[in-house]
């Protein structure tokens, strides 16, 4: 290292150590081919209420977060629903298991808007919230349907291969208050895409409400060309920079781009601020997600990943206090409330059970068409402290002493950590692909600090540390390599993070590292763009549209809008950014 060189590395890299001191703004916060013959089912009932965004500093509880009345869990087995493809109920709960000091553009839409009170769907897409349906766990058989009604209601489903003409009717079933339904759709057409319609009623009613058409696919051969779509950090609890209607708008374009699968990166289920902590006030913004995330989980799977807002976490869970309750409640909210993908035949990932929540179902891999997906967890494999604690506690100062900051150089940052058990997975997983695109996704680099590239030299994802650390070999003496120079090695193609609250696409040996924007930020706003170095960045509102060709691999930033702020220059759905990855050689 020449000493320019060494001199400008000191300074990025106190650049980004220090950068905790803005870090994220804290204020406010089966083959289930068809198992027909019998399987039974246990829901769990909730409540099903409509979170306000009104959190903040204030001391004024949330009215969204008041503890639900108990008690409100039972659980009931059902007997078994078929139909001659194989529709099967199975557990949706099982046994196994400031904003920010913003540089960017200031935005027309103003921040501190979103004057509602509660956070919830527009008045037009009510319907969303009296009936969600979010796909899950889907295989190249199979697909989960989860169907959550706001009131009880009774209902069925028609499919088809072709629009319209529907070959299977289900049979009728009840849709319970406020419990997650499963059901499975089994005997499925690899590489096909269906059609259904779901039809509603309340009990007793004399005619169903037809639902519009949708559709979903089955997994893609190789060869196929499909679509993904990516949300970076919703953050409905902050009304500064989530505004509803930005954000189902943003899910209603995605949706229409006919996606096989959606992700979410994380941050969309924040706790931090909910005052009394219990099972159901920490569900609570899974439930309040449900409505939103329906507008495009009723045709495209939903996967979602662990931010560091949402408090699940190995470090939580090795507390002996409330941090315990909320990395178990929140966990198990997510996974009983989506349809989370477990480790089968068809999915790798985490095959640990944890007391008091079974399987995680935290990372996981998956091939379709001719790419390889990866969902890593930055926050259930590290002893220490990732990034934000729960209710303030910060990585930087011990608990309860507040003002006596440590400061970043005192962090155990080598205690950070995504595990042995997860990189070994991941390299054994990248090593016996052959797929000629590999994705890979987590909430961010380390799971703290800012920036792509910026920040994926240090310790375990780049082997770098500050003198008197020690070095990559000692603190990793199982790894190989760090994890960025694995990605490297196997040709992983664009890493997907969010954390940040922006648009940047940057590229380090041969790997881009893509920071995925806010679907509902009606400020506009490229926060913490100041961390990145490098690379185009552009500020949110938008997704991201992946389209997987043989040939090549396109990614669009489309950009999304409130009514009232677009204009020539600001139109829905209107691309932003652009560019293509080209299919790795052999
Ligand atoms: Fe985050
Ligand atoms: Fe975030």
Redesign the pocket.
């Known amino acids: 290292m020449t000493q320019k060189s060494a001199a400008s590395f000191r300074k990025w890299r106190q650049d980004w150590l220090t950068s905790r001191e803005q870090q994220?703004p804290r204020y406010g916060i089966i083959a289930l081919s068809s198992v027909r013959n019998s399987l039974s089912r246990s829901v769990f009932h909730l409540p099903h209420r409509h979170p306000s965004p009104a959190m903040s500093d204030s001391p004024t509880p949330n009215p969204f977060f008041r503890p639900f009345p108990a008690p409100f869990l039972r659980r009931e087995f059902l007997g078994l629903m078929t139909a001659s493809w194989g529709w099967t109920m199975v557990s949706s709960y099982g046994a196994d298991e400031a904003p920010e000091k913003g540089k960017g553009p200031k935005g027309r839409g103003g921040r501190g808007g979103g004057n509602s009170s509660e956070y919830v769907l527009p008045e037009f897409l009510a319907e969303f919230a009296t009936l969600s349906i979010i796909l899950g766990r889907a295989t190249d058989k199979t697909m989960t349907f989860s169907a959550l009604a706001k009131e009880t209601l009774e209902g069925y489903f028609e499919i088809g291969t072709v629009p319209g003409k529907y070959v299977i009717k289900t049979a009728v079933t009840s849709f319970q208050a406020g419990e997650p339904t499963e059901l499975l759709l089994g005997e499925l057409t690899p590489n096909t895409e269906y059609f259904y319609r779901a039809n509603y009623r309340k009990p007793g009613a004399a005619a169903f409400t037809h639902r519009p058409e949708c559709r979903f696919a089955t997994q893609r051969a190789s060869g196929s060309t499909f679509t993904f779509t990516i949300q970076?950090?919703s953050?409905p609890e902050r009304p500064q920079s989530s505004h509803p209607e930005l954000y189902a708008r943003t899910l209603q374009t995605a949706a229409a781009d006919g996606p096989d699968f959606h992700i979410c990166i994380?941050?969309d289920f924040s706790v931090e601020k909910i005052p009394t902590t219990s099972p159901e006030s920490l569900a609570a913004p899974y439930l309040l997600q449900r409505p939103f995330l329906g507008l495009i989980g009723q045709s495209a799977p939903v996967f979602l990943l662990n931010?560091?807002?949402e408090q699940a976490s190995l470090y939580n869970y090795n507390q002996v206090d409330e941090r315990r309750t909320v990395a178990i409640a929140t966990q198990v909210a997510r996974n009983r409330l989506y349809p989370t993908p477990a480790p089968d035949a068809f999915y790798s990932g985490n095959t640990e059970a944890l007391k008091d929540i079974g399987l995680l179902k935290n990372y996981c891999a998956w091939t379709w068409g001719d790419a390889l997906f990866i969902i890593l967890d930055n926050y259930w494999h590290s002893p220490a402290l990732v990034d934000s604690g729960f209710k303030g506690e910060d990585a930087r100062q011990p608990r309860g002493e507040k003002g006596k900051s440590r400061g970043n150089k005192n962090r155990d940052w080598w205690g950070i950590t995504i595990g042995d058990a997860q990189y070994q997975w991941l390299k054994e997983t990248l090593e016996t692909s052959g797929e000629t695109y590999k994705f890979v996704f987590a909430?961010h680099v380390l799971g703290t600090g800012r920036g792509g590239i910026d920040g994926c030299g240090m310790y375990e994802w780049g082997g770098e540390a500050r003198r008197g650390e020690g070095t990559f070999a000692e603190n990793r003496p199982t790894w190989p390599l760090p994890i960025h120079q694995l990605m490297v090695k196997h040709k992983v193609n664009i890493f997907f993070q969010?954390?940040?609250?922006l648009y940047c696409q940057q590229e380090k040996d041969g790997i881009i590292y893509q920071e995925v924007p806010?679907p509902s930020d009606h400020g506009y706003v490229a926060y913490n763009e100041d961390r990145y170095q490098s690379g185009t960045k552009l500020p949110s509102s938008g997704y991201l549209r992946v389209t997987v060709s043989p040939e090549q691999v396109t990614v669009d930033y489309v950009r999304s809008y409130l009514p009232k702020d677009e204009g020539p220059d600001t139109q829905q759905g209107a691309i932003a950014h652009t560019y293509k990855v080209r299919a790795n050689s052999a």
């Open positions: 994220e970076g950090d953050h994380g941050d931010g560091n807002h909430h969010g954390h940040d609250h806010m």
